[in-house]
Structure formats: structure tokens, C-alpha cells
């Protein structure tokens, strides 16, 4: 099983696969360096896939490095969280995922149309799902928890990263139209049934204020938008 080691470097956070003749996947792009008898391929994806990955924000190709060796992705203000995904099947928000072991399956998904329009994500919402046996990491604006849910979770902004097929996700007002409109609070995203979800509460320090400086210079920086 290839090892997953995020390191902190002035500020900066950084995700190191060592390999031992094994393969890993990682998101277009994020290649730092590379150490060892290493092999990097880019296989194509499918047509649908390509096509999906044009219209929406969300990567359909995903580089491959193979053999025995070491990998440093990009650093980042962000932060990164590894998981396994124990024979569940993980929906990830876009520009969530980051790097997963060659055994998991990667996916795309269409989000529903109307939640999507109304969550501020367009109408078409491709996410990437992951499934099967292995780690996967994930890119985060801060630490994150996994948490279980049993009924309905409420939150503001793009908190929820990541959450297993059991849970429907929708759009609403938190206490109805007129009374959320004197308490001051939007359209909040609810997901609804059983199942887990990655939450990440707060962003790093550095983060938060790399977001108020130039919040349009990283899509992906704010998630609490």
C-alpha cells in the first residue's frame, strides 16, 4: 500500500507518496517532483468523460505514477486529508480531490440540476467519486473531520467536501423564507439521510487571509462562499 505523508513547510502544505512497485492517480497539474524509478503516463478517458470534464470544472484526466520511488505534489496554502475509502462510495465536491492509490475507482457524477443552479455551482455540477479499497487524499482550505449523519446536516457555504451515496443533497432556506431573512442567513445546503461526511469547519489562518486579499486568484480558495 503506498504511504501518504502531508508535511508543513513555512506555511505551506504538501502532499509525499512513496511508492514501492505501486501505482497512484493525482489530479491534472499537480506534479512537484519525482524521485526513484518513478513512470508517469496519462491515459485518455473516455469520450462521455471528456466531454463531461468540458463543460463542467472538474478534471476527467488523471496522470498515473507507477514503480518504486518517491512523489512531492504541489504545495499549497491549503491543507490535504487522507482517507480510506472501506468499500464505500465517496461523492466529492469539484477541485476536491487530489491524489488516490491505483485500486480506488474514480468516477464522475452529474449533481441535480436545480440544487446545483441554486447552491451558486451552475447547472452542471460534475463531481468525482471514488469507491472501492485504498487512500485517498483530498484538497481542504483547512483541517478536516469525518463525521457521521443520521437525519439532516444544515450548513452554510461549501463546508461539506465529501459524502458517502447515502446522503441527498438539496438547497433551502435554514428556517424558512421570512424567518431566515430576519436572522440574516441565505440559502444554506442540507444533506439529507445516513450515511458520512468530510466537513471542514474552518480554513487555516493563512488561507482565510489569502482569501480576503485576492479571493478571485484560486477558485477553488474559498469554500465558505
Known sequence: MAEFTVREIEGMRQLRIDLRDECVRSVRGALSRMEGAVRMTAPLPAPGALLKSWISSEAAIRPRYSGTGTVHLRPSMRGFHVFEARSLRWIL???????????????????RMIPS?????????????????????????????????????????????????????????????????????????????????????????????????????????????
Not at 96 to 111: I, N, P, Q, T
Not at 202 to 223: C, E, L, R
Request: aromatic share 8%; hydrophobic share 40%; proline share 5%.
Open 93 to 111: 465536491e469539484p477541485g476536491v480531490f487530489w491524489a488516490s492509490e491505483g485500486e480506488v475507482d474514480l468516477g464522475l457524477r452529474l449533481e
Open 117 to 225: 443552479m441554486w447552491a451558486g455551482e451552475g447547472l452542471i455540477n460534475l463531481q468525482t467519486t471514488v469507491s472501492g479499497e485504498g487512500r485517498i487524499a483530498i484538497n481542504a482550505p483547512g483541517p478536516v473531520e469525518e463525521i457521521e449523519v443520521d437525519g439532516e446536516l444544515v450548513v452554510r457555504g461549501r463546508q461539506v467536501l465529501g459524502r458517502t451515496e447515502g446522503l441527498r443533497f438539496s438547497v433551502r432556506r435554514p428556517a424558512g423564507y421570512v424567518r431566515s431573512i430576519i436572522a440574516g442567513e441565505k440559502l444554506a445546503r442540507v444533506f439529507t439521510g445516513k450515511g458520512k461526511a468530510l466537513v471542514c469547519w474552518t480554513s487555516y489562518w493563512n488561507q482565510y487571509m489569502h482569501d480576503k486579499i485576492a479571493p478571485d486568484s484560486d477558485p477553488t480558495g474559498d469554500v465558505f462562499r
